[in-house]
């Protein structure tokens, strides 16, 4: 069977069957690696995951996490990228257990590097950031958490991520998030076409 | 103030947002990768609504509804450069486009923030963030593929020696470049084409890519007052294909 685009832009690529049958077979995992991406909304909000993105390097995860997860609401403050090989993750805990509850080695004391901590709080749900510990290495930076940031709400999963391979937006420039609350076209709840469906139901199909 | 001349600079930025924010539009669904799809239609979406609010301006001197500004003339009424109207080629060249105009852009809005004519300041003011992340984008990936490849490199640079003299034309010289330095209202082509060129390098130098010697390129002008090459009129007959079939239709 053959297919005919209705689209111009397709038609203007004259792509002929032939060439479609010809087409050299992708390798396996040819993607670019993966990098999460965290929103503040605003000042005073809390740091979120939101995704992630695939990039050939931080700059470029950067520009893709803009658009990709800041291009609709009506604000954002700060994006940051994390590549996700350079995020350590702690076990995965349930039913109220706090994985923190495994941890029972204290803090060593001995203060190396700055770690950035995130929790969940619900299976499935984003990780948050929650503050900055000092310490040796990972499992230090657990045990530091643990004192520093104790949580009423069970923590069933920590990222731990070294503070050097966290890319923040700079605060100067905010103002590429200026016109946001002005894209609501960009949210499929602003087009409001209820009634002339309706009117038009109505009209072929009276009852 | 002189309103011929400030309309005369409003149509220009509005038909240069429009033409190019609907060609970006053309890579909608053929990017070369998902995220880079989304954030180059996004891109244009922003052009796109750019123009809109010029064109209200516009409308607010006396012109047209935007709609009837944006669909309803003929390529000879448009004033855009003819950098924006060229077909899209391969990304190589849409990627050079999108840096060398947005750089510009940006340095005109940067300047119109100081504008006298306060509908224009406030306007630049408002949407310059957004052109800040356009002017983000396309340096970081000229900068990335302007040194990756043997053939990235050498695409972009066929690229841009082929966009180097339409992209002089954005600078081309207005009727009223006098008045509306004298006025206050815009500090003109050629003190913007000066920044530009500086930009332009200063990004390039970090880069394999070599800038045209600008001394030896033959600007390509015209598109300001409506001399247009032949692929804006099939451009216009797309865009306004939807609008033509119903014009008072409600959205």
Not at chain 1, 130 to 157: H, Q, R
Not at chain 2, 147 to 173: C, H, N, V
Request: charged share 25%; hydrophobic share 35%.
């Amino acid at each position: 069977m053959s297919l005919k685009s209705l689209d111009p832009r397709v038609g203007r690529l004259h792509i002929s069957e032939q060439e479609d049958n010809d087409k050299t077979q992708k390798g396996a995992l040819d993607q670019f690696e993966t990098y999460e991406a965290f929103v503040q909304v605003k000042e005073g909000k809390s740091l979120d995951h939101v995704g992630s993105v695939h990039a050939p390097n931080e700059e470029m995860a950067f520009l893709f996490a803009k658009e990709q997860y800041t291009r609709r609401g009506m604000y954002c403050n700060t994006l940051c990228i994390v590549k996700t090989e350079n995020i350590m993750m702690s076990e995965f805990s349930d039913n109220k257990i706090s994985v923190y509850d495994s941890v029972t080695v204290n803090p060593t004391g001995i203060i190396t590097e700055e770690f950035e901590i995130f929790h969940m709080f619900k299976r499935g749900k984003h990780h948050r950031f929650i503050g900055t510990v000092n310490a040796l290495n990972f499992e230090d930076a657990m045990a530091n958490s643990k004192v520093f940031y104790p949580s009423e709400k069970p923590v069933y999963n920590v990222w731990v991520v070294n503070a050097k391979h966290m890319l923040t937006s700079d605060d100067d420039d905010r103002d590429i998030w200026d016109t946001l609350k002005e894209k609501q076209y960009r949210e499929a709840i602003d087009y409001k076409g209820q009634d002339i469906i309706k009117a038009y139901k109505e009209k072929i199909a009276p009852d | 103030m002189n309103t011929e001349a400030i309309k005369d600079l409003l149509y220009k930025i509005a038909d240069d947002q429009l033409i190019l924010g609907h060609r970006n539009s053309e890579w909608t669904g053929f990017g070369p990768l998902l995220e880079e799809d989304i954030a180059f239609s996004s891109m244009a979406q922003d052009k796109v609504g750019q123009s809109w609010q010029f064109y209200k301006i516009l409308n607010e001197l006396g012109e047209s509804e935007p709609d009837t500004l944006a669909f309803m003339r003929n390529a000879e009424q448009f004033h855009n450069c003819q950098l924006t109207e060229l077909p899209n080629g391969e990304y190589d060249f849409s990627l050079i486009r999108h840096f060398l105009f947005d750089t510009a852009e940006l340095i005109r809005f940067n300047m119109l923030s100081e504008s006298s004519y306060e509908p224009i300041a406030l306007l630049s003011k408002k949407i310059k963030g957004e052109v800040k992340y356009h002017t983000m984008h396309a340096n970081i990936w000229i900068k990335q593929l302007g040194s990756a490849t043997e053939e990235s490199i050498s695409r972009l640079q066929k690229s841009l020696d082929y966009a180097m003299p339409y992209a002089l034309g954005i600078f081309e010289a207005s009727k009223f470049e006098a008045t509306l330095k004298q006025d206050g209202v815009f500090e003109g082509e050629v003190v913007l084409k000066t920044t530009w060129l500086a930009q332009v390098a200063g990004i390039l130098e970090q880069t394999e890519l070599t800038m045209p010697s600008i001394d030896q390129v033959q600007p390509l002008v015209g598109g300001r007052y409506g001399n247009h090459t032949d692929h804006l009129q099939p451009l216009l007959d797309e865009m306004s294909e939807v609008f033509q079939v119903d014009p008072s239709a409600d959205w």
